[in-house]
Every structure is written in C-alpha cells, then in structure tokens.
C-alpha cells in the first residue's frame, strides 16, 4: 500500500465517520418535523369548531348590542322629556312668584303686624 491509497483510505474512514455522526441529528430532525406536522394537523382540524362558535357568540353579541342601542334611544328620548318637564315646572314657578308671590309677601307680613297688634292689645288689656 501506498502513501496516496492510506491517506485515501484515512478519508474514506473520516467520510464515514462524518455521515455517521451526520445521520443522528438528521434522524431527529425528522422525527420533530413530523411531529410539528401532526401538531398544524390537530391544530386546524380542531379550530374549525372553535371558528364556528366563535361566530355564533358574535352574532349574538350584535343582537344584543342592538337590544341595548334601542334602550339607550328611549332612555335618551326619556331624557329629553324629563328636560323638558323640569323646564315647564321652572316656568311655572317663575309665574307664580310673579303672580302671587308679591301679593302673598304682603299678605303674610300684613296677618303678621294685625297678629303683633293683638297680642300687644292683649299684654296692654291685662
């Protein structure tokens, strides 16, 4: 044997050795990626059903988002008579102080003296 058939042979060996420790790796990097593959299988086999109740919960949220905007219009539209009640009352009492207010003043002061008058008649008679 020649120095050039060993020195062949040495790489021959090496090669060999080389795939060997090559083919392990490779091996399980197979393994993961089937296992990656059976995981996307499961994973959009399942997310089908989930999608499918996932749109009917939207559905009837926007049912019932519809129910609540009909509320809030008439609660709105309860508002604006409520405003508009207050205004008449403050209306209406606005004139009645303009009409009686200014006689009942009177009023009441005048039985107020008439009613000192006679108490002080009374203290005087005794």
Known sequence: ???????????????????????????????????????????????????????STVVAANDELAKLSIVTDDAAKVSGHATVVSENAAQLTSLFSATLGGPLVKTAAFTYGVRKAVQGRKKAAR
Do not use: F
């Open 1 to 55: 044997m020649t120095v050039g058939e060993i020195a062949g042979l040495i790489a021959a060996v090496a090669l060999c050795v080389l795939v060997a420790l090559a083919a392990v790796p490779l091996l399980k990097l197979g393994r993961t990626l089937d296992e990656v593959r059976l995981a996307v299988r499961d994973v959009g086999n399942n997310s089908v059903p989930i999608l499918h109740e996932l749109k």
